[in-house]
């Protein structure tokens, strides 16, 4: 009676564990494919609202799931400039993936190498090179022009930020916005 009451117990969650590892297996042969890799592609890059392009994707599910990419580009709309980035990790929702919506929680960039350029519509004149006020890249811009994509948390690790036509740059930057 009892090893029946074990059994009844044993064999439902050992099937139901092979059942998840299988699952889990089967995911992470998938996300090697082009095909696939080129789908999450375009629903990152819809989700985040820029054109993103990635060499390589992983699944990850330390801690949370999510999707590492390494060789990310992404070109900024608008003519604003490009990041480029060693790596990416993008957390994912799992209520809303469960529903089957690519919905990312929180992105991080690794060293990332953001080029940004100077706004298009101002027009640089020799006075505005010369001094500090060649700085001029936000202000006055129309709204929709630049935008953050709509996250809770998005961090840059260890990197670099350049302006086309300012001298300077600044590089080890590490920033966490929430």
């Known amino acids: 009676m009892r090893r029946t009451k074990v059994r009844a117990i044993l064999i439902p969650s050992l099937?139901?564990?092979?059942?998840?590892?299988?699952?889990?297996?089967?995911?992470?042969?998938?996300?090697?494919?082009?095909?696939?890799?080129?789908?999450?592609?375009?629903?990152?890059?819809?989700?985040?609202?820029?054109?993103?392009?990635?060499?390589?994707?992983?699944l990850s599910l330390w801690k949370e799931i999510g999707l590492n990419a390494q060789g990310v580009?992404?070109?900024?709309?608008g003519k604003w400039g490009t990041i480029s980035a060693t790596g990416l990790r993008v957390s994912l929702s799992v209520r809303r993936l469960i529903r089957g919506d690519l919905i990312p929680t929180s992105l991080t960039l690794i060293e990332p190498d953001v080029k940004l350029a100077r706004a298009p519509w101002q027009e640089s004149t020799a006075s505005e090179k010369k001094g500090p006020s060649s700085f001029n890249i936000i202000r006055n811009r129309p709204q929709s022009e630049v935008s953050?994509?709509?996250?809770?948390e998005i961090r840059l690790e260890d990197g670099t930020l350049s302006v086309s036509d300012v001298a300077w740059s600044i590089e080890g930057l590490h920033l966490h916005l929430s």
């Open 15 to 58: 099937l139901s564990i092979l059942l998840l590892a299988a699952c889990v297996l089967l995911l992470q042969i998938l996300i090697h494919r082009p095909s696939v890799q080129h789908y999450l592609l375009g629903e990152l890059s819809e989700a985040l609202g820029y054109q993103v392009s990635a060499e390589r994707f992983e």
């Open 73 to 77: 580009y992404c070109e900024l709309p």
């Open 148 to 152: 953050l994509p709509h996250l809770p």
